[in-house]
């Protein structure tokens, strides 16, 4: 059985055509990698807050909608409100009419004044009534606008642009001034990890991340508060879809480097489940048994079988079987 085998070996590498070429074997750097898993996050997540208490009588968006900055979320009502409204208009009614009142008595007082009737004492009482008079209708109105202005800030605007996230309350909830009625994410997304403590020291600003289904990115941020034995970093990702947040990544970090053999992956024969790859020797080429390791680049990484200053045939007309 094993001198089957290897009469099959031979009469495989003996059926190598004239493309094959050779590669002398030296140890080359090759990266560390280590496989995380980050979190799509959003880069502000700002509230839509009440800014009076009421009812909700209104709601306009849900989880998900994309909203523009001063977009209107929801409205609120406090029926106390508009009882105020009510009974500011009435004390301003009273008061103009007693504003009016007042000024014609100042008017008739002028006259009887000119005809020696009343004293300029009297007079000057009258205008000062009169004025009272006109500075409590402006203090009216202005409560009655402030009054207003608050039943108008029912109304709940999105602070900026961006997606909603969580939207906590209902239509008819009672909420109150400050409440968040809506949470917003604004300002794009950004991929966030969060590695152990050990690889610290291997995380630079700058490098390139691979990330699984989407473009490679950038390590932007490693911050430097350590959380939990956790190391927080933030990622640079083009295109990252903000769909979902809080969504999770499968992301590879590069965390060193190490010497190893690698061959390209032509020069690897497969037979019956075993790795073989042909190196030249004195008598010509033969095959060797090889345990293969990680793949990168069209390259293998061999683990045990090979060793420094050999000589690979490779075929690239060749392939498993």
Excluded: C
């Excluded at 009343?118 to 402006?138: E, F, K």
């Excluded at 291997?202 to 473009?215: F, H, S």
């Excluded at 956790?230 to 590879?252: I, M, Q, S, Y």
């Amino acid at each position: 059985m094993t001198r089957s085998l290897i009469l099959s070996l031979m009469l495989g590498l003996g059926a190598t055509p004239l493309l094959a070429e050779t590669v002398v074997l030296a140890p080359v750097q090759v990266t560390d990698w280590k496989a995380v898993y980050g979190r799509i996050e959003a880069r502000d997540r700002v509230p839509a807050r009440a800014r009076i208490g009421g009812v909700l009588v209104e709601l306009s968006v849900s989880e998900g909608d994309v909203v523009a900055e001063g977009q209107p979320l929801a409205r609120i009502v406090d029926d106390k409100l508009a009882f105020q409204v009510s009974a500011l208009e009435a004390q301003r009614a009273a008061v103009a009419a007693q504003l009016e009142n007042a000024k014609a008595e100042v008017k008739r007082g002028e006259d009887l004044l000119k005809q020696g009737v009343t004293t300029a004492q009297r007079q000057d009482a009258l205008r000062t009534q009169a004025d009272v008079l006109a500075g409590q209708l402006a203090a009216i109105e202005a409560q009655a606008q402030v009054t207003r202005a608050s039943q108008a800030e029912g109304v709940v605007l999105a602070p900026a642009a961006g997606r909603v996230l969580d939207v906590p309350v209902s239509k008819g909830a009672v909420v109150m001034a400050g409440e968040a009625v809506a949470t917003l994410a604004v300002g794009g997304s950004f991929l966030r990890l969060a590695v152990p403590e050990r690889l610290a020291g291997a995380l630079r600003e700058g490098d390139a991340i691979e990330i699984g289904g989407m473009e490679d990115g950038t390590l932007a941020k490693v911050y430097p508060l350590i959380e939990n034995g956790r190391v927080v970093a933030d990622v640079e990702v083009p295109k990252l879809p903000d769909g979902f947040v809080d969504a999770r990544v499968l992301v590879r970090l590069p965390v060193g480097s190490h010497a190893a053999l690698v061959v390209p992956e032509a020069a690897i024969v497969t037979r019956d489940g075993l790795d073989f790859v042909a190196v030249e020797g004195a008598a010509g080429a033969e095959l060797r048994a090889v345990v293969p390791g990680s793949r990168e680049g069209g390259m293998v990484e061999i683990l045990s079988g090979l060793v420094a200053g050999d000589r690979i045939v490779t075929d690239a007309g060749a392939g498993n079987e």
